[in-house]
């Protein structure tokens, strides 16, 4: 991990890596005119990715949510908007003179891009007309753009003089529709636009008048989300079904179709390369070429919260998260998918890896404990009715013979694990909430539970007695032995971070964790000289243990920080969130 900058002084955590693609974003994912990397949001990041290398720059800035980023035509200028405070959004900006469109406020503006600020703005829709959605520059002309959206399209044209800039309709006849993309020739002689109603429009700049619209009979299911001009010839249509087609003439003929996981939103060229790329909602990447038109999975993340992560015993190259519907293995050097287990229907709370590597065992919220081979995913055994209130924690002893397991119920029950056989050993009922947080010392002989009912509970488990019960007026998330296991660290909703002593249960010293949210995640380095946190902050801080101090903080996160674990080797701290961000940091 980063050093210290100097005495006092904290110092940033660097992001050395990024799992996870908004793929909700329109037109997120940008291929640079290098044909050498590309761009896409992630939370409040925008990653720049070398497409051979994998290698990862990040541009961070935002305080929300990037909700549109665009690549200026000669590559040198990045553009991005996010989600503001109060809920607008910059829908999509544009060069050489920087488009902005805000949805919520029907505006369009116009900024200067080497004096950054703004030239003028304008509503961007008719009254008699719904917001515009989606805009789109000139691929010649700079005082010319496009504007389109709720019955309404627009051309614009700028006059750099008076600083103002003057719509003209466009005449539809008595189509109306909801346009969700855009798309213009590279002569400007006409652009495309993709429609709610699963057709799509061909207007021309010069009349303004809409000269073409199909497919008529078979419309494409879902709508249309996403448009792309190859420089083949044809369209290249992205719909809400997940389906990818080839386009051509007048009546957009289907020549060619593929169909990809989730609705399409991003389609991008690799320059002039036979090569292109899909974006889904669903955070899938993939990649095909015009004349063999195969998809081909090139990057795949979480699409909804991630619950939990935790490592192997022993190795830093692999982890282990857990989300709705899944649990995932990943290889950390090539942030690649190396095993994916499904679950329907159902969220995993917590997952933990036995000490041997053999079994992930994981807690899931219909009650069941649900055990897979890690080498291939396949069930090993499940327990039934494990709680009633759903499983929301879960660790495994070092001998790998016990597996100890918390419920919504406030109930921690201590399960033997034999070759073929299951038994519950034992009922601990110390917890009036749901138990948040499990971990057992090296010796299997002590544990510590922590719950949302604000109390901690220290465990024998020979005899199967409380040793100690800590009470705080808050609810705890979460809980670290210090490798001496002489002291154990709480933190919860309360931001604050307490020191414990685990003879008598006494408080050594209580540091404010946060000074503004709620503290989820914490985990210990294997030598006890520093801690880690994370929270509904968005911020990842490193501490010193002996100092009760932060060292280092990391920023990049845009949701809220759910579990974080530092790597074996002490190298790398991965830190997961609810809006599906896996993050590495060194």
Excluded at 216 to 229: D, P, Y
Excluded at 400 to 408: A, N, P, R, V
Excluded at 519 to 548: P, R
């Amino acid at each position: 991990m980063a050093a210290a900058k100097g005495d006092g002084a904290v110092g940033e955590l660097e992001l050395q890596a990024a799992i996870g693609f908004n793929g909700h974003v329109p037109c997120g994912l940008i291929c640079h005119p290098d044909r050498e990397h590309i761009l896409y949001p992630l939370g409040c990041t925008v990653v720049i990715q070398h497409l051979d290398t994998k290698k990862q720059s990040f541009l961070h800035g935002h305080a929300d949510n990037v909700s549109c980023v665009v690549v200026s035509r000669d590559g040198m200028d990045v553009a991005s908007g996010q989600v503001t405070c109060i809920g607008f959004k910059v829908v999509r900006p544009e060069f050489q003179s920087c488009l902005g469109l805000s949805k919520a406020l029907d505006r369009v503006m116009v900024w200067d891009v080497s004096k950054r600020e703004a030239v003028c703005g304008s509503p961007a829709s008719p009254r008699s007309a719904g917001n515009a959605n989606v805009v789109m520059c000139s691929s010649c002309r700079d005082e010319m753009f496009v504007t389109a959206g709720n019955f309404t399209i627009r051309v614009w044209k700028l006059d750099t003089a008076t600083k103002k800039i003057h719509p003209s309709e466009c005449y539809a006849g008595q189509l109306r529709r909801i346009t969700v993309c855009v798309q213009m020739t590279d002569d400007d002689d006409d652009f495309y636009l993709g429609t709610t109603s699963g057709d799509v429009l061909k207007v021309n700049t010069s009349s303004k008048v809409v000269t073409a619209c199909g497919p008529q009979k078979k419309k494409f299911s879902m709508g249309v989300t996403a448009l792309l001009l190859p420089k083949t010839g044809g369209l290249v249509v992205g719909t809400g079904e997940g389906t990818v087609a080839l386009c051509t003439g007048s009546d957009f003929q289907v020549k060619k179709r593929m169909r990809v996981e989730g609705a399409v939103t991003s389609l991008t060229c690799r320059g002039r390369d036979d090569q292109f790329f899909i974006g889904t909602n669903k955070g899938q990447m993939y990649r095909s070429a015009y004349a063999t038109f195969k998809e081909e999975l090139v990057a795949v993340c979480h699409t909804e919260a991630v619950n939990d992560v935790v490592f192997p015993e022993g190795h830093s190259d692999l982890f282990v998260t857990c989300s709705t519907n899944d649990i995932r293995v990943w290889y950390t050097p090539e942030r690649l998918e190396r095993l994916r287990i499904t679950v329907p229907n159902v969220t995993c709370h917590a997952v933990e890896v036995t000490r041997d590597g053999m079994v992930i065992v994981s807690a899931w919220n219909d009650g069941k404990i649900r055990a897979f081979v890690p080498a291939t995913g396949e069930p090993m055994y499940e327990i039934n009715n494990a709680h009633n209130l759903g499983v929301t924690a879960i660790a495994a002893t070092s001998d790998c013979k016990q597996i100890i397991s918390g419920g919504g119920d406030g109930q921690v029950r201590i399960w033997n694990i034999g070759e073929k056989t299951q038994k519950l050993r034992e009922v601990l009922k110390e917890h009036r909430g749901a138990v948040s947080c499990i971990k057992i010392n090296k010796n299997d002989k002590e544990g510590v539970t922590a719950s949302l009912d604000g109390t901690c509970v220290i465990w024998d488990l020979v005899r199967y007695v409380r040793k100690q019960m800590i009470l705080d007026n808050t609810l705890l998330k979460c809980v670290c032995y210090h490798p001496g296991e002489y002291q154990i660290i709480t933190s919860g909703t309360d931001r604050k971070i307490v020191y414990w002593e685990v003879l008598d249960g006494s408080a050594i010293r209580e540091v404010q964790g946060s000074l503004s949210s709620s503290i989820n995640g914490m985990d210990i380095t294997s030598d006890g000289a520093s801690f880690v946190t994370g929270g509904d902050d968005h911020l990842v801080k490193l501490w010193d243990y002996k100092e009760g101090t932060v060292t280092h903080v990391g920023v990049g996160h845009s949701g809220n920080i759910t579990r974080l674990k530092i790597c074996p080797a002490n190298k790398s701290i991965v830190s997961v969130s609810a809006d599906g961000a896996v993050l590495i940091w060194k």
